[in-house]
């Protein structure tokens, strides 16, 4: 009964000093949270697809898609800013299943957390050292934030996280944008309240230490449709919903208004192919009304090199073993007809 303390792991710190950022690495890292703030802060209206795989699985394959979309990037720079999803940490409904890199760097084997922790620094450095990219991870673990701070571009933190008090805290001391997602059961408030917490300073204990954090003015929403009380997917992405959250926006001392659409999730009741449909939906709402351009900032996007999902014994390369994701054809569309649809 109770549990095992099977080792002492190495702190952040530690580890960076073990797996250190070249000085160029550095730069550019720096030079993409300018690109990406500016767009939050309202300096640019180039607009931002978070876009990935539902979890980060195989590096191999993962990396495989990110220098796919490293061509796209370069053709498409001048309207959109892409943040590759790394995803290395899964949450579970039940709590069962694969839970993501960080427990399983290899999905055939045991959980093994000391391996993880290498494996997902190892995975961000090379999307940063080789594809000159700064990507997005959730952050539903606070306390594991830091052994990547020096390499996000971006953080999500899921539906379930929201109300989460620490979640908050520590959102409010990451210098890069954070972006907060509706809860499951769809109430607006508490988002909004979430990113009120992540906006004002604290003190808090984070890792043992009394933290004195700034307050984080780029922490936003993120819409991703909610389950209803009878248990049916409702989706929040339609003009009207955009409109609903501007007017929220324009209620609250929030700021640097801004919202990422999930494009995915209970927004498409998980039916991937959906995204595409909901992506151009979401773009042509920014087209006809300025105040929405302005405060969509972009899109959330499931993608991989693949169509769909398989189990994770069927060993697919490139295709998801959790939910199902745009295969890399239909995701290499979609981003080049967003850039030709955005006004």
């Known amino acids: 009964m109770g549990s095992e303390f099977k080792r002492k792991l190495p702190i952040p710190k530690e580890i960076k000093q073990q797996y250190p950022l070249s000085d160029k690495m550095v730069a550019v890292k720096e030079a993409m949270d300018k690109e990406i703030s500016d767009v939050f802060c309202g300096n640019s209206d180039k607009f931002i697809l978070v876009i990935g795989p539902c979890s980060a699985d195989q590096k191999e394959s993962v990396l495989d898609y990110i220098s796919r979309l490293r061509k796209v990037q370069d053709n498409v720079k001048d309207k959109i800013i892409i943040i590759p999803r790394i ?20 999905p055939d084997k045991k959980p093994d957390m000391l391996q993880g922790i ?62 907060m997602k509706n809860p499951t059961g769809g109430d607006l408030s508490v988002m909004m309240n979430s990113i009120t917490a992540a906006q004002h300073s604290h003190t808090f204990i984070y890792r043992g230490w009394e933290v004195e954090s ?71 709402s920014c087209n006809i009304n300025p105040d929405i351009r302005k405060m969509v900032k972009g899109l959330m996007i499931e993608s991989y090199i693949e169509d769909g999902n398989q189990k994770d014994t069927e060993h697919v390369y490139g295709k998801s073993i959790t939910d199902p994701c745009l295969g890399w054809e239909k995701t290499e569309n979609l981003i080049y007809n967003i850039a030709d649809r955005l006004k």
Not at 134 to 141: F, G, S
Not at 266 to 272: D, L, Q, V
């Open 87 to 106: 995803y290395t940490n899964k949450p579970r409904t039940t709590g069962d299943g694969y839970k993501g890199m960080l427990h399983q760097p290899d």
């Open 118 to 179: 290498v494996a997902i620094r190892d995975i961000h450095m090379c999307a940063l050292r080789d594809y000159d990219f700064t990507c997005a991870d959730e952050m539903l673990y606070p306390e594991n934030y830091r052994y990547l701070s020096d390499l996000l571009g971006y953080v999500a933190i899921g539906a379930r996280s929201v109300e989460n008090q620490q979640h908050r805290l520590t959102a409010s001391g990451i210098t890069i944008p954070v972006g």
């Open 214 to 284: 700034s307050g984080n003015p780029l922490a936003h929403a993120i819409l991703r449709g909610y389950i209803d009380y009878t248990g049916k997917n409702v989706s929040n992405y339609h003009y009207e919903d955009l409109v609903n959250l501007y007017n929220l926006y324009q209620d609250s001392t929030l700021q640097n208004p801004a919202v990422i659409v999930d494009t995915n999730h209970a927004n498409s009741g998980k039916k991937y192919l959906e995204q595409i449909r909901i992506s151009e939906d979401v773009v042509h």
